[in-house]
């Protein structure tokens, strides 16, 4: 399990990350949003070493990643693909990752595979490779040590779609194996489709965070009766407010059971009630609309 907890760095008069606390569970894929300049890739650092935080810590199964002994065999980690010597093959740097952690020397073929790299492609230099490219070699880094963790910063950046529906179903796999899987991407839609809960910041701060499924079912309810006049008259006779989409429907931001129990006191039948889904697109833009960064308005 990763835990952060009380996280704050700060760089003179700039806090970039400021008191954020989530844990990132096993058997979960873990979504880690935020604008740009948010404070994800900061608290990530400060996760796996890279960054020293201010105040507050940050632990994978209960230690610093500092104190792992081997941490490759513990956890894999891509923050940045472009990062890698560019003179070196792909298979060179799997190599030294092998060599360094005291695997078999057949594990790098097995990952070369595992993320479709050619022999050709292992190859050739790093320098010649293309973003999507660079991504896989990242994740098969990653994955070299059998790790129980895996900490990704936008691994899908760069990856054509065949290659994000691949690194989807590839992190799906890890998580129902038992995996912790910690996710920041700006692809909002493979969030939506491969977490399992969502960890949102803005301005450095925890704006939201819970399973998937509280977060994106707690916009409200719509229901339908019989009798819509009576019963939005019946709801705002107890405080809640109501609005009328233009097919008749009432939303309303009242829980769907309340909002059928005041129908049924009213003696409205209802002919739908059901919890209104929330998009993770409006959801995001909602809650981090203070650190949004627009283009220019014309």
């Known amino acids: 399990m990763i835990t952060v907890d009380g996280v704050t760095k700060n760089y003179q008069d700039f806090t970039a990350v400021d008191d954020v606390s989530f844990t990132a569970q096993p058997g979960r894929v873990t979504g880690f949003l935020g604008p740009n300049g948010a404070g994800k890739s900061t608290t990530m650092r400060i996760m796996v070493g890279l960054t020293r935080a201010t105040a507050g810590t940050a632990t994978i199964g209960g230690r610093h990643y500092v104190?792992?002994?081997?941490p490759g065999l513990e956890v894999g980690v891509l923050l940045d693909?472009?990062?890698?010597?560019?003179?070196?093959?792909?298979?060179?740097?799997?190599?030294?990752?092998?060599?360094?952690?005291g695997l078999p020397r057949g594990r790098v073929e097995e990952m070369l595979e595992v993320v479709s790299l050619t022999p050709s492609e292992a190859s050739r230099r790093v320098g010649n490779y293309s973003l999507g490219m660079r991504q896989r070699l990242g994740i098969a880094a990653a994955l070299l040590g059998d790790p129980q963790v895996l900490i990704l910063?936008?691994?899908?950046?760069g990856l054509d779609p065949a290659g994000i529906r691949w690194m989807r179903d590839l992190l799906r796999g890890y998580a129902d194996r038992g995996g912790t899987v910690l996710l920041s991407s700006h692809l909002l839609h493979e969030i939506e489709v491969i977490a399992d809960d969502i960890v949102m910041i803005g301005n450095g701060r925890v704006v939201s965070q819970g399973t998937k499924t509280e977060l994106l079912h707690a916009a409200g309810t719509v229901?339908?009766?019989a009798d819509p006049g009576l019963l939005r008259h019946a709801l705002t006779e107890l405080g809640i407010t109501t609005t009328t989409s233009p097919d008749g429907a009432l939303h309303t931001d009242a829980d769907p059971a309340l909002v059928g129990k005041v129908a049924l006191e009213a003696g409205v039948?209802?002919?739908?009630?059901?919890?209104?889904?929330?998009?993770?697109?409006?959801?995001?833009?909602?809650?981090?609309?203070?650190?949004?960064?627009e283009g220019a308005r014309t």
């Open 67 to 70: 104190d792992l002994p081997n």
């Open 81 to 101: 693909a472009s990062a890698q010597h560019a003179g070196r093959t792909g298979r060179e740097i799997l190599t030294i990752a092998q060599l360094y952690m």
């Open 153 to 157: 910063d936008e691994p899908a950046n």
């Open 223 to 225: 229901v339908r009766g």
């Open 269 to 293: 039948a209802l002919t739908e009630l059901r919890a209104e889904d929330a998009g993770l697109e409006d959801m995001f833009l909602e809650l981090t609309a203070t650190s949004q960064r």
